[in-house]
């Protein structure tokens, strides 16, 4: 795979967080570089430049990039599905849980995450569109998994991520994003530490900040089509 010029990375990745401080209006938002399938120098020159947050979607393909770049202070987010065959890995490598969906993963992230280790931050997944082939737990189930994930002190919740349908009609995805904006709502007032609100690709992370988003998660518009 070839890798995109370092000075068009740099734009590129310089465009994408004007436009989300723009978008944001002077709240605060973070932007996490979705470096799946992209080999380990292209996120070493994406650090270069001072993006420390990186999302994947494979933990086999995460911890060989890890290693490889040990010596970058990174900061790695789990963006994929989670099996329970793999908690124990991403307990012990990753900063960032962003897809927890069910209480059966809860107590095996608590029993794997290492003494030493600080807390691991967990966000909640909403299938928010209710879509079958999609993961994410009901909005009406965030409550219940918010208290399992409070019993753990190994684990920190820091709120609500979700992938809503890619639906061509903006108004209807913007719509998604807002359901998941009072849903976040909820949970803070519930009390408790959540302050982070994922939600928003490349081609509508603006639209999702505009709705209430602190973080995005952008790929493509970064790195470029995958496999480019």
């Known amino acids: 795979m070839q890798v995109k010029p ?19 209006g002077g709240r605060p938002v973070r932007v996490l570089a979705v470096s799946k ?23 086999q393909e995460a ?12 900061e790695w987010h789990m963006i994929g599905p989670l099996q329970s065959n793999k908690c124990r890995e ?26 030493g280790m600080a807390p691991l931050n967990v966000l909640i997944q909403v299938n928010i569109d209710d879509e079958a082939s999609k993961s994410g737990c009901r909005p009406d189930q965030v409550a219940a998994l918010a208290e399992a994930i409070a019993a753990h002190p190994q684990l920190c919740l820091r709120g609500l991520m979700a992938i809503p349908a890619p639906d061509p009609d903006m108004a209807r995805r913007r719509a998604a994003f807002a359901r998941m904006r009072e849903a976040f709502d909820r949970l803070r007032a519930d009390g408790g530490s959540a302050d982070t609100l994922s939600m928003g690709m490349s081609e509508d992370f603006e639209l999702a900040i505009a709705e209430g988003a602190t973080m995005v998660r952008v790929g493509s518009t970064i790195f470029g089509p995958r496999g480019g």
């Not at 911890?63 to 990174?74: F, R, S, T, Y």
Request: aromatic residues 8%.
């Open 37 to 59: 399938t992209q080999p380990a120098t292209a996120i070493r020159t994406l650090a270069g430049f001072g993006q420390r947050a990186f999302g994947e979607n494979y933990v």
């Open 6 to 24: 370092a000075v068009s990375l740099e734009q590129a990745w310089r465009s994408v967080t004007q436009r989300a401080e723009a978008a944001a």
């Open 90 to 115: 991403v307990a012990e490598h990753f900063d960032w849980l962003q897809t927890l969906d069910r209480t059966k993963l809860v107590g095996l992230l608590a029993r794997h995450r290492p003494s």
């Open 63 to 74: 911890l060989a990039k890890q290693v490889e770049l040990a010596d970058c202070a990174l």
